[in-house]
């Protein structure tokens, strides 16, 4: 909708929703950002792939030197990566992640701005009556921190993201961690077989024993969510390493966004301090 009403020219005639020329300048910024990214990261990559043969070296002389580590080079070899794959592979998918992380990261922001204006109009973000409208009121020059975080932000937050991608990518094919990355995959494989079937015969017990909130067979409904309970101490551990490696994920692509809070109005708050604060600059810009 943004983009057509941009184009059609009448995201500001029709709609009203006018764009400061600090948040156009500074998310042109971001596209130049995003290419930037690309380009490094293609051009490292390239640079891995034609130098991979002479890199033991490289480490061997980096280690003697800098932290003066006396090195073995039979008991070191073990540890270096033996196929060019295992370098260029993990660098391609880390370099294709940050760049589509970046990518996302900069064409939300002018769509955000308009959303935000019209929440702003509508009573969904509410100003006139809300007690926190002071937060805005009282820094307007906070704006002054909005180019330059929106700019690092765009920059450290996909290569972040990338890195971590392309590390986890890398464990599953370097030699030394490839048989363990592996086992962990097949041993995931099986959890999720298995919470499968626990959600299919739960479905099924649930058809008979509840219908909503109703227990129409008691007896039947406590067996099961004893029996559930008793399971998922087990299962749930990978529940919650899931939901690290997601929610790590998740902060690493919003600390580029200054568009949106991250964290819930209610969460953050520490007294006077806002863990996440830098979102309010994007709204005070905006106001």
Not at 29 to 50: D, E, H, M, P, S
Not at 93 to 114: H, R
Not at 142 to 171: E, K, N, S, Y
Not at 214 to 219: A, F, G, L, M, W
Request: proline share 3%; glycine share 6%.
């Amino acid at each position: 909708w943004t983009a057509k009403s941009i184009w059609n020219q009448t995201l500001f005639t029709h709609e009203g929703v006018l764009l400061s020329g600090r948040l156009i300048s500074t998310n042109a910024i971001q596209f130049v950002v995003t290419i930037f990214i690309l380009i490094y990261g293609v051009n490292i990559t390239k640079t891995a792939a034609t130098t991979f043969d002479d890199y033991a070296a490289r480490v061997q002389d980096f280690l003697a030197t800098f932290a003066e580590i006396d090195v073995n080079p039979d008991s070191f070899s073990i540890f270096l990566p033996t196929d060019r794959n295992m370098i260029v592979v993990p660098m391609a998918i880390g370099v294709a992640f940050a760049f589509l992380a970046a990518s996302l990261t900069s064409i939300i922001v002018i769509p955000s701005a308009s959303l935000t204006t019209l929440k702003f109009r509508s009573g969904v973000l509410r100003f006139a009556h809300d007690p926190k409208v002071k937060l805005l009121r009282i820094a307007p020059d906070q704006v002054a921190f909005l180019r330059g975080v929106m700019f690092w932000g765009t920059l450290f937050a996909p290569t972040l993201l990338g890195a971590a991608l392309g590390i986890i990518v890398f464990l599953f094919m370097w030699q030394v961690t490839a048989a363990k990355a592996q086992a962990l995959t097949a041993s995931l494989i099986g959890a999720l077989v298995v919470i499968g079937l626990h959600i299919t015969v739960n479905r099924n017990i649930r058809k008979v024993a509840a219908s909503a909130y109703y227990r129409k067979k008691p007896s039947v409904a406590n067996v099961t969510i004893l029996i559930r309970e008793c399971g998922l101490v087990a299962l749930t551990q990978g529940f919650v390493v899931f939901r690290i490696i997601r929610l790590f994920l998740t902060t690493c692509f919003y600390i580029g966004r200054l568009d949106t809070p991250f964290l819930y109005n209610s969460v953050g708050h520490i007294g006077g301090y806002r863990v996440d604060g830098e979102p309010y600059m994007f709204q005070i810009d905006i106001l």
